[in-house]
Structures are given as C-alpha cells and as structure tokens.
C-alpha cells in the first residue's frame, strides 16, 4: 500500500490545484491588433470568464509578422494556465507551411483547449461576371484560363487557400490577388477590378443583399441560414467534401496541467451557451463551438495536413 502513496498525493494535489485555479489573473495573448474577430471572440468571452473565476482576465494584443510574434510569445509562455492563446486557424494549420523557420510548433509546443468560434465563408463574384451558379464560373474559367481575378485579405488567408483548393480540385486557371485585409479586398472586388472572392459571411452579406455582390455558393458543409437559396460549393460545383471554414481556438502551452485545461475548457464552453453571448457571436457572423481538448487536437491534425497539401501544391511563400 505505501508504495502507492506518492501516486495518491500526486492526484489529490493535481485535482486540489483544479479546484483552486485560478488564483491570480489570467491573460489571454491574441497575436493581431484590436478590433478583428481574432480580437473581439476572447474578449467577448474573457469579460464572461473573469465574472465566473472572479479573477481579472486580460486581453494581451501582440501583432506582428502575419501573428507569428504573438503565437511564439504563447507558445513560450510558463505553461501553468495564467497565460493562454487565441489563434486563427491560419496560424495553426497554414502558417507552418508558408514559414520555411517558424520559432514555435504547433504540435510540440501548444496544447489545444477549445475550439471558441467558427465564421462561414461565401464564393461571390462581381455581377459583371457572366456566372450565376459556380458550375457556370468553371466553365467560363475553363474558357478564358487566366483571365479572371480571385482577391485575398494575403498569402496564405483562408480566403485564398480555399480558392487555391478549388482550382486544384477543379483544374483552373485563376490569377490571385493578395490585398493587405479584408477591407481593400472587399473594395476592389465591388469595384469591378477582381472577379471573385471567398470571403467570409459577415463581410460579404451586406454586399450581397444589396445586389452589390453574386453569392455563387458557400464553403460550408451545409446550407447557411443567413443564405438560405444558395447552395454549398460541395454540391454545387460539385466537389464532394469542400469545406474552408474560419474559425478560431484557444490554445495553452504544452505543459499546462491537463487538469487546468479540462477546467478552461468546461467553463468556455459554458460561457459559449449565455444567451447574450450567443446573440453577439452571431452579431459577427459566428457559430459558438466549445469543442474538447481532443475534438480540437484532432482538428488541428486534419486541418495541418489538408492545408499543408494545398500550400505545397501551389507553392505559396509568406509576404
């Protein structure tokens, strides 16, 4: 029996640290500047957190280098669960393959905790292309190879891989446009100088509704309810299994004890379920996920190497 004391200490002060964490602040790195989605889903949801844990929760914005600065500043944090990081999809799944020399890994060196949010994108195309369905753009693309124009937010974006997806899936000839964010990309495609955009919902709905942009299907699994007439790239085009979702996770350093992950995880995802935060997710066009540690790890993995594939094959290099 006594050989197994030192076992039973070790999980009664594990779970005892569970129980008391947090007992200071917590800080929440977010690798972009304030004002994105990267930045407003944490602090929507740290402004709840600190309420639950009583516990001050602070949004630590450090942008810079595509994110890389935040994410490496994250990754090399104390892994005791004061210091936590909200990344983009991109950083965890497309940004490691355009970088030849990243200073973090995203296996080695972070710990996935949930999943926060997810945002749906749309394929739209200016209305003075002659296309009104996605089967008609692959015909016109296949007639006119290199003529039309697809716009990004960057290198390496969602916007731009799954555009590069297509053309891969679809065998066409589309010449990208990376932009500096979303808003000059935006500008330029209603302005008639880009044919087309994937974009997300929040940013291209609006155009949209106002006969500014043709919505041509969306990059979901499933029809969206904000789009409810236009049917999914996958079927669509058709291109079995398509799907280029945004979205964004809470990651902690590798390290962290499993235990105090577990807790962020319950209580975020809790969090996720208050109306009020519900109704201003969807104010930003997002869908509250809560994914576990595991659901989230086996995200990453699927995602890393299906993007790696794209990058790879298109040979897209950081800015």
Known sequence: MTRFLPLLFLLIASTADSQSW???????????APGGASDLMPRLVGEKLSAMWNQPVVIDNRPGAAGNIGMELGAKSPPDGYTLLSAPNGNLVVNPHMYSKLAYDVFKDLAPVTRIAAVQNVLVVHPDVPAKSVKELVTLARAKPGTLTFASPGNGSQAHVAVELMKMQLGLDLVH??????GPAIQDLLGGRISLMVAQVPSALPQVK??????????SSAPLAALPEVPTIAEAAPLPGFEAVSWYALMAPTGTPNEVIGKIHSDVAKVLQFPEVKERLAGMGAEPSGESPAEL????????DRWGEVVRKANIKAD
């Open 210 to 219: 106002a006969g500014k942009l043709r919505a041509l299907g969306v990059a």
């Open 297 to 304: 790890a086996a995200r990453i993995k699927s995602e890393y």
């Open 22 to 32: 947090p007992q200071k602040g917590v800080r929440i790195i977010v690798p972009f």
């Open 177 to 182: 446009v990376p932009y500096q964010g979303v």
